[in-house]
């Protein structure tokens, strides 16, 4: 199972951290990855990062989100910064056990945390 927490309000320049527990699973999961989705839009990965350590992030939050992992806890966070109205959607964290580079889905979601971002 997935559990997300971290959403919340913040203006536009401001910073949020999202984090993401990952908890009783037999699953090796390889590749996590946070989504969002905002009202009327589809789905969009926003970044991922594999057990080795290898990230990608959306064009859109390429230098001002990070994601990182800490094995030891079974978490990943999403560390938002300088954050813009379009920002603010629903944030999903989701893992798999396969590594695909260009991801669309993956087996395993956590519930979404609102991330709303005032101008």
């Known amino acids: 199972q997935l559990q997300a927490s971290g959403g919340g309000l913040v203006q536009a320049g401001g910073s949020l951290r999202l984090s993401c527990a990952i908890t009783?699973?037999?699953?090796?999961?390889?590749?996590m990855a946070w989504f969002r989705q905002a009202p009327g839009k589809q789905r969009e990965l926003v970044a991922t990062i594999t057990t080795s350590g290898w990230t990608n992030y959306a064009d859109s939050v390429k230098g001002r989100f990070t994601i990182s992992r800490d094995s030891a806890k079974s978490t990943f966070d999403l560390h938002m910064n300088s954050l813009k109205p379009e920002d603010t959607a629903v944030y999903y964290c989701?893992?798999?056990?396969?590594?695909?580079?260009?991801?669309?889905?993956?087996?395993?979601w956590g519930k979404g945390t609102q991330v709303t971002v005032s101008s």
């Open positions: 009783r699973t037999s699953v090796v999961l390889n590749q």
């Open positions: 989701a893992a798999d056990p396969v590594v695909v580079l260009k991801r669309t889905s993956m087996d395993y």
